[in-house]
Structure formats: structure tokens, C-alpha cells
């Protein structure tokens, strides 16, 4: 009964066209008129609460640092890197699309600003080169949600807020995940694309190839500065988000100078609303969950799993299942604050490592960024490739079914994650 009253007024509410924000705070109110107690100064409190967070401090600056990254020239450095190694083998275009997908993954954090960013640059040379435009506009959306997981990743941040989880512990435990995701990638590349017939980007001598290295230099060592950091305790992951804005910022300005002052107001205006939905996005998705937990509907999916809490591989299996579905229907944030509450406890009876759970299901939650209906990444590169849903559709099936058999491969083999967490912390 409580689990269907909230599902009934969140979908009610979003059906109705409400902001996902507003359609949380309408579940909540719903969950308070179910209990007998509707309580404004509570809803208020909470709200609050949800906002006061130090951790969440870590996403201004992470959103910042991709919006400089991207106007002051990082990105584009990133891509020329990857041409002058890669750019003249056949099918290079994508396999340089994989390799700068996953530099700027460990940079940005977001999924729609590195699609568009790698969409802008690669898909007219990809078209002029002859190759399958809707394949290629697949693998560039496929390579763009590596970004919430690798880190530093903004969803990571918000499950390890929500959750309660150690967010420099995700980071650490994502790498190898994203890494396989990429590699995924490539190998789904080759293959599909073996048969095409693609000019090649001439070869680029070597003298040329060490300029290109030392111009782009900066830009591939600030995912390794920010990781590294986080590795060796110098900075915590709230301090890296500002490390990483402070340094795309001096690159754009003062190093590649493509960055201008007169540039500095729209970008920030551009990370302060993007923060603003983001954050209250999460406040009032933790008051949601507050009355979830308050109602006792984990508690009740519990016990519809409960036959399988003794079995861990199987009970991940099935939520990994239910999350896939959840997130054909709904977007990344709202997926990842409305599951998050209702499958904590269910993992930690289970006695499922928290951190194993968390990338797991930030991964799927971005796979979900390029399932049809509603998938971010797959209108963002439609945008920017000029090409219709369908099209797409089409050319990106190899690369989402790649990315799930990763997905399924960490679900058989949790070792894959966990033991590279217990060296890297």
C-alpha cells in the first residue's frame, strides 16, 4: 500500500509535468498525508538538511571544471593527442573517439558535456571520412557515459551523500570498471567496423606527433593529478573538485589562452544553474527518502527479495534487472536518488560491500543515459550529429550491449572490483 502511494503520486506528478524535484516533494507530502501527519516546518527542515553537506560542495567546482575544460581548449588538445597516435589506422576516428572519451571522462564528470564536446569535433570528420555516421554518433554516446563513472564522478558523489558510502573509496573502486568499459568499447569498435571502407587521417610524422604530446601534456596530466592526489591523501574529493577547477582554469588562461575573461560570467552563471538543479535535485530527493525509510517501504521490498538475501550474486543480478528497466523510463539523477534508499538496506542484510554496490549501480544508472525513451545523451549527440532517434538507435545496439556485458561481468566476478579497491585504498 505505502509503496504504491509514493509510485503512484511521483508518476502522477511527473506524468503531470511537474520538475522531478517538485514530483519528489509531492511523493513525500503523499507519504506524510498516508502517515496522518502533514508537517511543512519538517519538509522545510529536511530540505535544508539535504542541501547542508560538505561533500556536495565537490559538485559546483566538478561542473565548473568541465565548463573550462571544454572553453579553454583541454578537450580539444585531448582529441589531437589521440589523432596523432591513432588517427591513421583504419577505423582510427573511433578508436581515437574511445581514447579521448575516456581522458576527458577522468576529467569532467558528465556524460552530456563530453558526448556533445567529442560529438562537435569528431563526428565531421568521421562523416567526411565516410564512415557510418549513426555508428559512430553510437560509439561517441556510448563513450560519453563512461564519464559518471570513472572518476571524479558527480553521481558518485551524490550516492555516497545519499548513501552514506565513502565517496573517495567509489573513486578508487571505479577505475578499473570504467577502464573496462572503454576497452569494451574498442573491442566492439574493431569489430563492427573492420569492414567499412573509411579514408584514414595521413600519418603524422614523429617530430610532429612529440608537439602535439608537449602541447597536450597539461591536459593528460590533470585526471592523473586528481586521481593521484586522492590515492596518496594529499587532497580529499571535495578538495580535488577545487584543485581540478583551479587548474582548467589556469591552462585555458594562461597556458593554451584560448580562455577569455569576458568568458569567465557565462560559465559561471552556466555551473551556478547547473548546480542549483542539481542540489535541489538531491535535497529534496533525501527528504523523499527520509519518508521512505520512515514508512517502511525497504522494509517491504525486503521482503519480496527476501529468498534471495543469502544468495548475493543473484540478488545483485536481480537489481541490476530492475535498475536496467527503472532507467529506460526515468533520467540518471532521479533513478539514482529514488532507488538508492529502497536498496541500501537490502544490500547491506545481504552483506554486500556498499562500494561494490555503489559503482555498480552508478554504472548502470549511466547506461541508462543511452536507452531509448528518454536517454540525455542519445537527444544530445542526435543534436549535434544532425541525425534522427532511430538512426541512432541502430548504430548504438553493439556498444549498449558491450557495456552491459561489462556490467555483467562485474555482477559474476565482484573481485574485478574489490580487489583493486583494497590496493588502491
Known amino acids: 500500500m505505502t509503496a504504491g502511494v509514493f509510485v503512484f503520486s511521483l508518476l502522477g506528478a511527473m506524468a503531470l509535468g511537474m520538475p522531478i524535484a517538485i514530483a519528489l516533494l509531492v511523493s513525500a507530502v503523499a507519504l506524510m498525508a498516508l502517515q496522518g501527519n502533514i508537517d511543512t516546518t519538517i519538509l522545510s527542515q529536511k530540505i535544508i538538511e539535504g542541501a547542508d553537506s560538505f561533500p556536495l560542495l565537490a559538485i559546483p567546482f566538478f561542473i565548473l571544471a568541465g565548463e573550462l575544460m571544454n572553453a579553454g581548449g583541454i578537450s580539444k588538445r585531448i582529441v589531437n593527442f589521440a589523432l596523432a597516435f591513432v588517427g591513421h589506422i583504419r577505423g582510427g576516428l573511433g578508436i581515437v573517439a574511445v581514447i579521448a572519451a575516456v581522458i576527458m571522462a577522468a576529467i569532467s564528470g558528465s556524460a552530456a558535456a563530453d558526448a556533445a564536446a567529442l560529438a562537435t569535433m569528431l563526428i565531421p570528420m568521421m562523416r567526411q571520412a565516410g564512415y557510418n555516421v549513426p555508428r559512430a554518433a553510437g560509439l561517441i554516446s556510448a563513450g560519453g557515459v563512461i564519464a559518471p563513472v570513472l572518476p571524479p564522478s ?34 566492439t569498435w574493431l569489430i563492427v567496423a573492420r569492414k567499412d571502407r573509411v579514408a584514414v587521417v595521413e600519418r603524422m610524422p614523429y617530430p610532429q606527433r612529440l608537439r602535439v604530446t608537449i602541447t597536450s601534456l597539461g591536459a593528460l596530466l590533470m585526471p592523473l593529478g586528481i586521481v593521484g592526489g586522492m590515492k596518496l591523501g594529499v587532497f580529499t574529493p571535495t578538495e580535488a573538485a577545487v584543485v581540478a577547477c583551479v587548474y582548467a582554469f589556469f591552462m585555458g588562461m594562461f597556458v593554451y589562452r584560448e580562455l577569455r575573461w569576458n568568458m569567465m560570467y557565462p560559465l559561471l552563471v552556466s555551473a551556478a544553474k547547473s548546480t542549483a538543479v542539481v ?24 521482503e519480496l527479495l527476501q529468498p534471495l538475501i543469502d544468495r548475493p550474486i543473484l540478488l545483485m543480478f536481480v537489481m541490476m534487472v530492475l535498475v536496467v528497466i527503472v532507467g529506460t523510463a526515468l533520467d540518471f539523477a532521479p533513478t539514482l536518488l529514488i532507488l538508492t534508499p529502497v536498496l541500501m538496506p537490502i544490500v547491506r542484510e545481504a552483506g554486500i560491500d556498499p562500494v561494490y554496490f555503489g559503482v555498480l549501480f552508478i554504472m548502470n544508472n549511466a547506461i541508462g543515459l543511452i536507452t531509448p525513451p528518454v536517454g540525455i545523451v542519445l537527444n544530445v549527440v542526435c543534436g549535434v550529429a544532425r541525425i534522427r532517434m532511430g538512426d541512432l538507435m541502430k548504430g548504438i545496439w553493439p556498444f549498449l550491449l558491450a557495456e552491459l556485458f561489462v556490467l555483467l561481468l562485474l555482477v559474476l566476478f565482484p573481485s574485478i572490483v574489490l580487489v583493486p579497491l583494497r590496493w588502491l585504498t
Open 154 to 187: 558527480i553521481g558518485m558523489i551524490v550516492f555516497g551523500v545519499v548513501a552514506n558510502v565513502s565517496i573517495g573509496k567509489l573513486f578508487m573502486a571505479a577505475i578499473v570498471p570504467g577502464l573496462l568499459m572503454g576497452v569494451a568499447l574498442l573491442v
Open 279 to 302: 542540489v535541489f535535485l538531491i535535497a529534496t530527493a533525501l527528504v523523499s527518502g527520509w519518508l521512505i525509510t520512515a514508512s517502511d517501504i525497504p522494509q517491504q521490498v525486503s
